[in-house]
């Protein structure tokens, strides 16, 4: 037997246990994300205030936008949705460490050192997508939409932009988690390698499909204007060559690991 083997035996426990484990650990999460809503809750405000700046940027100097809301209650769910989504991302790596608590026991020791880079990659990529759509993208695209308006004299009606919170929070937390979620794509394509799903012939072959499929999740996941669709697809498509190549990087690796292996029983 031997010692990876012996490990996962050792970690062995009946499904009862299993079950009063995960409960646990959910519960841990649970409280880990009140206690961050607690504290969210009370900057509410000022968190809303960091999210509506893409849109202050757009509006330009010495110009002061206005959000307004049509139901009485609407500025309310707006900050315990903000609470909410602060609060996910603060306690995103206790629950992340929880779960990882919880599955690494049936983990062979190769498998926990081939896994965890995955883990530690996820924070970072999701943070430069979110990052992107931040800084970059929908200043550029709410900008546009601002163009739109103009004054009685032009068209014989004022046309003004009066976006209300809860739209605006929709569409601002969509782009963020989309395009965060899309940054994710190197993390998902080697996983799904290294579990044999796919290969790096069949990622090569299914390039044109790829670059298809990325301008199809821009224009789901973006505001309906050229710039924010390229802005999402062309990373897209990057990422998909950088998984061809960091999978080919990691094919070189298990390859010369496994020669390295045989020489000495030669």
């Known amino acids: 037997m031997t010692d990876e083997t012996a490990d996962i035996?050792?970690?062995?426990?009946?499904?009862l246990d299993h079950l009063i484990?995960?409960?646990?650990?959910?519960l841990k999460c649970v409280i880990a994300f009140a206690l961050c809503f607690a504290l969210t809750f009370s900057f509410a405000s000022r968190i809303f205030g960091f999210l509506v700046q893409p849109l202050v940027h757009a509006y330009g100097d010495?110009?002061?936008?206005?959000?307004?809301?049509t139901k009485l209650y609407e500025a309310f769910f707006v900050e315990i949705k903000v609470a909410a989504f602060a609060a996910l991302c603060l306690a995103f790596p206790i629950i992340a460490n929880q779960l990882w608590?919880?599955?690494?026991?049936?983990?062979?020791?190769?498998?926990?050192?081939?896994?965890?880079?995955?883990?530690?990659a996820t924070p970072i990529l999701f943070t430069m997508g979110a990052s992107l759509a931040y800084f970059f993208v929908m200043p550029a695209a709410f900008r546009f939409f601002l163009g739109f308006q103009s004054s009685s004299e032009v068209t014989g009606i004022t046309q003004e932009a009066l976006p209300a919170?809860?739209?605006?929070l929709?569409?601002?937390m969509n782009m963020i988690l989309g395009f965060g979620v899309a940054f994710l794509l190197p993390v998902l394509l080697m996983l799904?390698?290294?579990a044999g799903i796919v290969t790096r012939t069949q990622l090569k072959a299914g390039r044109r499909y790829a670059i298809v499929g990325a301008f199809a999740i821009a224009a789901v996941l973006t505001p309906p204007d050229i710039w924010s669709q390229f802005a999402l697809a062309i990373p897209l498509i990057l990422l998909y060559e950088i998984s061809i190549i960091s999978i080919w990087l990691t094919e070189r690796r298990r390859a010369a690991?496994?020669?390295?292996?045989?020489?000495?029983?030669?």
């Open 165 to 168: 919170m809860g739209e605006y």
């Open 62 to 69: 010495g110009v002061v936008g206005k959000l307004i809301y």
């Open 257 to 266: 690991a496994s020669n390295g292996a045989r020489q000495p029983a030669e």
């Open 9 to 15: 035996d050792a970690s062995k426990a009946p499904l």
């Open 21 to 26: 484990e995960l409960r646990g650990r959910l």
């Open 170 to 172: 929709s569409l601002v």
């Open 192 to 194: 799904l390698e290294r």
């Open 101 to 120: 608590a919880f599955v690494a026991p049936g983990l062979y020791k190769r498998e926990k050192r081939a896994f965890l880079p995955f883990l530690l």
